[in-house]
């Protein structure tokens, strides 16, 4: 059974510019959820927001799913966030907090680096790893974490096609696992080939949410079918810009 | 002139033993004042980066402030410090090389941490988020960040180093300049272009700029191996 969250009211105004703009909505517990939307619609602000790594200024977010106990999340960024220092020790750094035996957690990073294909690249420096490597390694460190909850930044954005369908291939993987899965993507091809539902925000509200297939093919609100069409009316840009 | 020049390059290639005993406590005082000034410097200026609290900014101006401290200064606060009647002179550490290293890593403490915490800011900015998203605490942060950032920390750690090795005030003050005891390669410049006694002056300052150039390039190095070894 997956992790679903249930979004209220979301508001978030750093610096008096509106970013979220109450934002409601709720992520049901299987599969992949895909956020979408133009540049500066809130998507990566809402994913922080998710995970705690932003305050929003006001209304709320709701685990429900994993009864007592804290819902655990892990994030997966654009950038992977690698340290200068081995795959391994990459790797390693999820398990810091649960202070476990040195042992123990050189066997599960050398399982969680086996299972996204780096088992051969343990001892190599993570920043010299290939993008779509350091994609998968930042994953692997993601997955340590033993996730109820993954959230993902665009993690694809700047791999190329091969490397995007490994990612690709992993994160299917995890979310047939069980662990839910939210995916911030600006790329519709990839939200058609991986994600159940869709929400599609615009100007840090929510347009349209629901099947992912179904709105792909048939959006009901104006936003939504100006976005795939590739128009974005409610952007307004300087006259000197036209 | 040019029979001073001769003269201490003679000094230099005989070993002269008073020369090379004023070298190495130079270097034992300098190189312990760095190694504690580490030991305190860079995680204190790792965690002024990371973390986040009341008088955070207040903090990081003070270290800023403090790099540059007069050494004649510090070294007349351990004096006063360990002077018979301060609170710490009945420790019996005034005129010892001990002294010396309290004054000096005193002196280059600030230095350490305020130039630490630069780097490490700069460090949290690129990677922070992605540490914090794995739950770390401040502390394993500043630590991760720490280790991220080793190969630029080494030129905070060389400064610290051309600080403490180049001063002349505050060992001057706590050393007292004892031939054989506390008499370091600056104080013994000092004192022996007063005498007159040239060849030794400049003996003892080639042999600091030598050690220093050699410090410097042999951290170079290992620093630009590692760079390009880890990215």
Redesign the interface.
Known sequence: MGVTVTLRDIRFRPDGRTVLDGVNAVVGPKGITAIAGPNGAGKSVLLRIIDGLLTADSGSVEFQGTGARPVRRAFVFQKPGLIRASTAENAALALLPMKLPRQEAARRVEEALAHVGLAGRAGDPARKLSGGEQQRLALARALLTEPDLLLLDEPTASLDPNATEEVERLVAQVAAGGTKVILVSHNLAQVARLARDLILLTEGRVAEQGSARALLTNPQTPEARAYLKGEMPWLSYPAAAC | MLASFAAAVSLIGTFDPEVIRILLLSLAVSGSAVLIGCVIGLPLGALVAVARFPGRQAVTVLLNAFMGLPAVVVGLIVYLLLSRSGPLGGLGLLFTPTAMVIAQTMLVTPLIAALTRQVIEDSDR??G?????????RW?QAR??L??A??SLVVAVLAAFGRAVSEVGAVLLVGGNIAGHTRTVTTAISLETQKGDLPLALALGILLIAVVIAVNAATTGVRAFSMR???
């Open positions: 690129e990677l988020e992605s540490l914090r998203s794995l739950r770390l605490s394993q991760t960040l280790f991220d080793r190969f070894r880890y990215g």
